[in-house]
Structures are given as structure tokens and as C-alpha cells.
């Protein structure tokens, strides 16, 4: 509140101040030295709280959420957060979010559904969520919205389907190919592309057989090398026989696959290999789906969904269970139909 102001009478009569607010002059006029002072505080009271609702709008706490939240994602989960985080700012961004009721965003979550996949869904509401509930914890609104709110059922849920026979067989016959080695090695491994792309020599232990899986790459302005986000992460899995013959006799002692220069791999050098191995090929199916081909063989050997966990890197035993359950459900479609032939 500003501090009482002097006043003069003007040649009209009417009593008048001259305050500085912001670096600029601004007259406040009356019939009396109060009813000039009841203006001031009214201006300054509409003053501080267009300061106040301009720090509560959506788009205000949103900014003010990733910047404390960024720093904590994976680089993975940046790149699913920021496109959620738009959309959510342009749908609610200049409301006070004290205003935004569960509602609205039901009827937002349900007009972004159509022809959306779950997952996309459910990462958009999953975002609207944490923004409102830093919200609620910062004291700028008194309940979260979005916790009523759920995702609409029957949704289309994106699997990434494992490759078929014909396709295995097809990545195993093309090893000999440029960049050949790499789909072969997350078949016979699992490894995910990044970290496979983090494999070196030192990885390799031809003695005991084993393959040690450390790190992985991700990409940030340029390829960075990262720890596990989970213990489960760091692992070893068997170094098969068929993936030791392909590899080098001589293992090298810097990346497996690298730059003319040892560098990492960047992402784009890094697609146009697979693209090209892809064209001369025939492999359509992309490397996560060969990882998923590693799963399936897991099944179909017989190793049972703990271990399969451990090799797979899973953190959680429902994930394996998932890749599981689907791969059984096919396995039993495939002897129905050979059972309708023999019965």
C-alpha cells in the first residue's frame, strides 16, 4: 500500500495527487483529500491482484511446474511430456486455475480421445494432473481438478506386434549387410537400441560368455551416454553362440557401433543406417519390435517370466508379464488352428 500522499487543489477545484507507479506518472483526482485516497488504495488494491491472478493462470503454473520437473525426467520422457504440456497450455493457459473445473477437462480428455491411442490419453491427462497438483501443493488452488477425471474406456491400445518368422529370418540372413549387425545383436540380446548403441569390447566376455549391459545412449543436442534409470537397468545376459560368431574376432576397445572417429553415433547418421539396412534387407519391423522378438523367443524357451524380467531389464514383473500374456494369447491361436485339423 502506498504511503499517504500529499495533495494540491487545482485551479477546477477538484483535489489531485501524482503518483509514480511502475516508472510512470499517474494523477489521481477528487472532490476531497479522501475521496482521492479512497482511489489510491482502490488502484492498488485491483493493482495486486492482477499481479496475483497473473502468477495463478494455467499457462503461469505450468511454466512454473516443468521448470521443476524437467530436470528430473529422463531425456525419453522430455520429449513425451513437452507435446502434452502444449496442448494443455493452449487449452487452458490463460485460465486462473482455481476457475478449471473437472468438467472442462473431462470434456477436453474426451474431444482429444477421438482417434487418439490410450497411451497418448493418458499421458495428456497425466500432465494436466501434475501441473494442477503442484498447483494444489503451492497453495495456489485449493483442490486438483483432474484427479476426477479418467481416461474413456475402449480406447485402442498401440502394440508393437513382435516380428514374425519370416522376418527373423530375414535379419538373420542379412547380418552380413552394412549396419547388419546391430538388428542381429538386439535379437540375440534384447537390449534396447540405446543400449546397444552403449555396448563396447569391454562388454563382451567371450570367457564367460556374457554380455554386460551398462549404460545407454541418448540424444540431447548430440549423443550423451546415461546410467540405467532403474538398478534393473544393469544387467548381463548370455553372449549366444549365433551372436558370437558375427561379432569381431577382434573385439574393439572403444564402441560397437561408432563414427569413423570412435565418436557415438548421431541420430540421424544413426537412422540412415537402418533405413538403408531396412531398403536392402527387406526387414520392415522396427527394433523395438526385434526386442520384442527376443521376448517371444524367451517364451517359446521355455525361461520362466522372473528370469525373462532380469534379461529383458524390466523393472517391473507386469511389464514382462504383458509381453507374456500376449505371446501366449497367440501361441493358443496358433494351436487352435492346428486343432481344428486334427480333431
Known sequence: MPKYPSYYIRPDGLHETILRINGKRKAFRGKTDK???????????????????????FSRIAEQWWDEAEPKLEPNSVKNYKPALRRAVEEFGARQVGSITAKEIDAFIRDFAAARARKTVAMQLQVIRQILRWAELQGKTNYNPAQAVRVPRNLPQTRREAPDKDQIAKIKASTNLPFGLFPALIYYTGCRRGEAQALTGADIDRKAMRVHIRRSVYYDHGAKIKEPKTAAGVREVPLLPALDALLPKKLPQGYLFAEPDGSLLTDGDFRKL???????SGVTVSLHQIRHGYATALFEAGVDPKTAQKLLGHAKLSTTMDIYTHVYGDAIAAAAEKMKKSF
Open 274 to 280: 537402418y533405413k538403408a539396412y531396412c531398403a536392402a
Open 35 to 57: 475521496e482521492v485516497w479512497e482511489k489510491v488504495k482502490a488502484f492498488d488494491r485491483a493493482q495486486l491482484q492482477a499481479e496475483i491472478d497473473a502468477e495463478t493462470t
